[in-house]
């Protein structure tokens, strides 16, 4: 039987850039670990059929399994989440795919805005850093009719439904999906990312990782929307129990300070704030702000409403209780109770959807390009157009 040339290091490095050990490699092949580890270290060479069988489940072509060096992955948009001593983060197959996979649903969408002649969006770009940021802010409660959406939202959920209308109302293209396309078996990491942003004058779009919990996707969001107000795309990791100052470049503690801003301002927090702030405290404003409890111990630290001692007894103490509601909630189904119809464009953006789904009755676009634009079979497409919840 014909053997593969291979390329040991590149076998080693694209097992590694899955996450799986050479066990459960072995395994998906039907072969056993002691070659897999042989094929690493160049001591065999993998069958030519079992190369395939490896690049396949490995998820690379087939070539780079010949190649001399591990080829040096970039993101298309800016990876912002570089921690200390500027070392990047792991960018994943499963990633690498829903980013590939968005950008052609974006690249679609801004060619028909093109054609029809669309107007650039005047809050994109509007604002730089330096500006500061509570001009940011005080511009994205306006537009997104935030105060409003707070006083009317009275669940976590139903505020992230409703923000996230708000955003799609004014231009902004919202994904939110836990899971690559539409693979059940394909989860995404809140570990690697929360979410994305590309800034775009005609077409912005924010994508959020829906694995996270409900407060955590809230406050996502916000942070990718000031991405867009400052016009600088990127890849997010903006979780509000790390400290930002620990984050080389300038733009992500930026965006987590606006976001707070809009989620809980500042004037309004001090406000509802009692003399002695207490574990219940936190867990009232928390529901009041529709924030996680970090958000709130944060910010009442950054206001100077606790004590430094105050607020790492409380973090400690909240961390751990954040972690297992982050865990429930990332296994509650997701909006619509598992409806196709109403998860559909909750993961391709309703205001893609609608456009996607407007196109194709107007004959502007194939059923076949249609299908793949939202992930769908073409015979769906029908029932699609029926089932699609109104506004």
């Not at 909006?335 to 196709?340: A, I, K, L, P, Y």
């Not at 769906?380 to 089932?387: A, H, V, Y």
Request: charged residues 25%.
């Amino acid at each position: 039987m014909t053997e593969a040339f291979i390329t040991p290091k590149v076998a080693q490095w694209a097992r590694e850039r899955t996450g799986i050990s050479p066990a459960q490699l072995a395994k998906s092949l039907g072969a056993d670990p002691a070659e897999v580890e042989a094929w690493e270290h160049g001591e065999t060479r993998p069958p030519f059929g079992k190369a395939q069988d490896l690049a396949r489940s490995l998820r690379i072509p087939f070539g780079f399994l010949f190649l001399s060096e591990p080829p040096v992955e970039k993101t298309p948009i800016p990876d912002l989440r570089t921690v200390v001593e500027g070392r990047p983060a792991k960018v994943s197959p499963d990633f690498l795919d829903l980013l590939n996979d968005v950008l052609v649903k974006h690249q679609w969408y801004r060619e028909y805005l093109e054609a029809r002649d669309a107007k650039r969006l005047p809050f994109v770009g509007k604002f730089r850093v330096a500006d500061g940021g509570d001009r940011v802010a005080a511009d994205m409660t306006a537009v997104l009719s935030v105060e409003q959406i707070r006083r009317t939202s009275h669940t976590w959920d139903e505020f992230l439904r409703e923000l996230t209308r708000s955003a799609e109302a004014v231009g902004v293209l919202v994904m939110r999906s836990g899971i690559v396309g539409g693979n059940t078996r394909r989860k995404l990491s809140v570990n690697e990312f929360r979410g994305f942003v590309i800034s775009d004058g005609l077409a912005p779009l924010v994508f959020i990782n829906g694995r996270d919990s409900k407060a955590a996707q809230i406050f996502t969001l916000a942070h990718e929307l000031v991405h867009i107000w400052i016009d600088r795309s990127g890849i997010s990791n903006p979780d509000p129990k790390d400290i930002p100052a620990e984050l080389r470049n300038t733009v992500e503690p930026f965006c987590n300070s606006v976001a707070a801003e809009v989620l809980v301002p500042h004037a309004d927090f001090l406000k509802s704030v009692p003399a002695t702030f207490t574990e219940q405290t936190a867990q009232n404003l928390a529901a009041k702000y529709r924030v996680s409890t970090i958000v709130i111990l944060r910010r009442a630290y950054e206001l100077n409403a606790i004590t430094r001692n105050q607020f790492f007894t409380l973090l400690e103490r909240e961390q751990q209780k954040q972690k297992e509601r982050e865990e429930r909630e990332a296994e509650e189904p997701s909006e619509g109770g598992g409806n196709f119809y109403f998860t559909l464009p909750i993961r391709n953006s309703r205001r893609l959807t609608e456009t996607v789904l407007g196109a194709l009755q107007a004959e502007g676009v194939s059923y076949r390009e249609a299908a793949k634009l939202l992930g769908v079979r073409t015979g769906t497409l029908p029932k699609l157009i029926e089932g699609l919840p109104r506004r």
